[in-house]
């Protein structure tokens, strides 16, 4: 997915978690850009298949899908919803992943990512927790 000003997170003001603590919301469109790139994929792969003599019997969904792509949360590999970076009032991370706000605070998963890299985003996500932990222990 290509970040766009419709993809974002923000405090619910009505819904809490067991202990009372506001939880996240969030909010997300496709654009017509992820549309057409799935469209397109999804051709390829039928040009591909049909090139070699074989005939595509599809692996789409159309229940979960818009556009030709999974509703959102069923690939679960969504990423870029805290902005990362150095200035504390553009950013909520350090380039460690730790809060600015709250020196013992470290967002360890695709969170600061800035968009998704078409592939499982684990190994980055273990790379990065591996680097702030080892950071913050050398401190």
């Known amino acids: 997915m ?9 405090i619910d003001p009505r819904a809490v978690d067991q202990w009372g603590i506001p939880v996240l919301r969030f909010h997300w469109r496709w ?17 591909i298949i049909e090139a070699m003599g074989g005939t595509s019997t599809g692996l789409r969904n159309p229940e979960r ?15 870029g919803t805290v902005i990362m970076g150095e200035d504390p009032r553009r ?7 730790q ?31 591996w680097r702030a932990s080892d950071t913050w222990l050398k401190k």
């Open 99 to 129: 809060a600015h706000e709250v020196r013992n605070l470290f967002v360890m998963d695709a969170a600061p990512f800035v968009s998704n890299p078409d592939k499982n985003v684990t190994l980055s996500i273990v790379a990065f927790a």
């Open 31 to 47: 654009t017509e850009h992820e549309i057409k790139q799935a469209k397109h994929m999804h051709q390829t792969f039928v040009n």
């Open 2 to 10: 290509i970040p766009n000003e419709h993809t974002y997170c923000d």
């Open 65 to 79: 899908e818009s556009g030709g792509i999974s509703i959102g949360g069923t690939i679960i590999h969504e990423a």
């Open 91 to 97: 950013s909520v991370l350090n380039k460690y992943c």
